[in-house]
């Protein structure tokens, strides 16, 4: 009989049943306990998301209190509560610079994709375009777990053991500055990779292609910073051949890149965004499809007996969800962490160049916008990714969670982090790659 009782995500479960997991006990601030009575300091915010830090009181009186009062009750039909509505209006409020104006509650980041999927979908059905149904994903992108998301996805390594995937979807290249296959690092960026998505929309034929997907930064693919006009240019491409735009904002939303989202940093306003993560930093489930005013009002003149939309999940605008939501981004706003996390990031920024001039034979690139950083290593002798999960241990024998990606370290501290806490980062990682 298996020794496996608990069937961890993404983890090795063979390598695990030795040691067993390292076990988190409590949190604070950005710092996690484990068990034993380590601490960690969480530079990479668990996953991507614990942007105002752990341990908010704030946060849990405000969860307490709704659990007293309703703890939970269904959305479908013609219910609603009270904190997933005021969370609607207040998200609506804080995204009307990108141009939504509804707001599709969900549990998870995979679920608010496979919702803004599905909504693309079925929006040109709508508008009797039905033969609009092609997807468009990237590679190295990482847009969660369900078939939908995942055939939209580009790593291909958490693709393989699922094919086959939906049918109709294709990927276009990341803007990978220093992987282009368009040009060797010498030569200029022309934004080929954006042509590139030109030419499969014409190669498909546009009247064939409901959406194009992307994360403003692709973060679990290795934090790929795009060229600063790369997401204006697909964005304009799209709207030329009337493509749906989703920008996936379940990590750059929330404050990660110094804005409220990814798309704002980068100047463009997508159709449809998608959130979770960071919407709580973390203090319970939540997705969010955000869409534009025009995709709902699609929807609302359709002459479809019964729900405009045919789905739901059960915990849609759950109301501890929505309270911990609402009292994430009040903390958010009250500490104005998108201006720190700007500033911070700033002083990362410095941090991740000393690093890259210091060890020029071990750094390829380090680099990070806003609390969203990056420090890639050359590939390594012994094989890709040893180098920086060889990295990655040490830094956690020393205390610092980091995320190891191939050969890139990727760095996402909570947005509260200090100067202090990200010179400790930096010297520790200066002292691994001076043992590596
Ligand atoms: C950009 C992006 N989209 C979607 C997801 C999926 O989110 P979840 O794991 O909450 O389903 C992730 C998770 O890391 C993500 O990084």
Redesign the pocket.
């Known amino acids: 009989m298996s020794v496996v009782k608990r069937w961890g995500p993404y983890t090795q479960m063979s390598s695990l049943t030795a040691n067993g997991p390292i076990v988190i006990d409590k949190a604070e601030g950005i710092y996690v306990w484990d068990e034993t009575g380590r601490r960690y300091l969480d530079a990479h915010a668990g996953?991507?998301l614990a942007n105002i830090g752990y341990g908010r009181p704030e946060i849990i009186q405000a969860v307490t209190q709704q659990a007293q009062k309703l703890s939970w009750f269904s959305s479908f039909g013609g219910f609603a509560n009270r904190p997933s509505l005021t969370l609607a209006e207040k998200l609506v409020h804080l995204l009307e610079p990108d141009g939504i104006g509804s707001v599709f509650f969900s549990?998870?980041?995979?679920?608010?994709?496979e919702t803004a999927l599905k909504i693309s979908r079925q929006y040109w059905k709508v508008l009797g375009r039905a033969q609009k149904y092609k997807l468009i994903g990237r590679q190295h992108?990482?847009?969660?777990?369900?078939m939908g998301?995942l055939s939209v996805a580009g790593i291909t390594a958490n693709r393989q053991g699922f094919e086959p995937l939906l049918s109709g979807v294709r990927h276009a290249p990341a803007p990978y500055v220093n992987h282009c296959s368009y040009h060797d690092s010498r030569t200029p960026c022309t934004l080929a990779c954006a042509r590139e998505v030109e030419r499969i929309i014409q190669f498909e034929g546009p009247e064939t292609i409901a959406a194009f997907i992307a994360?403003p930064i692709?973060?679990?693919g290795g934090v790929i910073i795009p060229p600063p006009e790369y997401l204006r240019q697909v964005r304009e491409i799209c709207r030329r051949y009337e493509i749906l735009f989703i920008a996936?904002?379940?990590?750059?939303g929330f404050g990660r890149l110094g804005e409220w989202t990814g798309s704002r940093h980068y100047g463009i306003k997508p159709d449809l965004m998608?959130f979770?993560?960071g919407i709580t930093s973390g203090y319970l489930?939540l997705?969010a499809t955000a869409v534009a005013p025009y995709v709902m009002e699609a929807f609302l003149q359709s002459v479809q007996e019964g729900p405009e939309l045919r789905h739901g999940n059960t915990y849609s605008g759950h109301p501890l969800a929505a309270v911990a939501a609402l009292a994430n981004i009040a903390v958010i706003e009250q500490e104005q962490l998108l201006s720190r996390a700007a500033k911070m990031g700033d002083y990362l920024q410095i941090q991740l160049e000393n690093i890259a001039h210091q060890y020029p034979n071990l750094v390829a690139d380090a680099n990070c916008v806003g609390l969203l950083g990056r420090v890639e290593l050359f590939a390594s002798s012994t094989g890709p990714g040893k180098a920086a999960a060889a990295i990655a241990r040490y830094l956690l024998d020393h205390g610092i969670i980091v995320r190891p990606v191939g050969d890139v370290i990727t760095l996402s501290p909570p947005l509260i982090i200090e100067e202090s806490e990200i010179d400790i980062i930096s010297e520790t990682l200066t002292s691994a790659l001076a043992v590596l």
Request: without cysteine; negative net charge.
């Open positions: 996953l991507w549990n998870d980041g995979s679920e608010a994709v992108a990482y847009h969660g777990v369900t998301a994360e692709q973060a679990a996936d904002e379940v990590v750059t998608t979770a993560k489930p997705g």
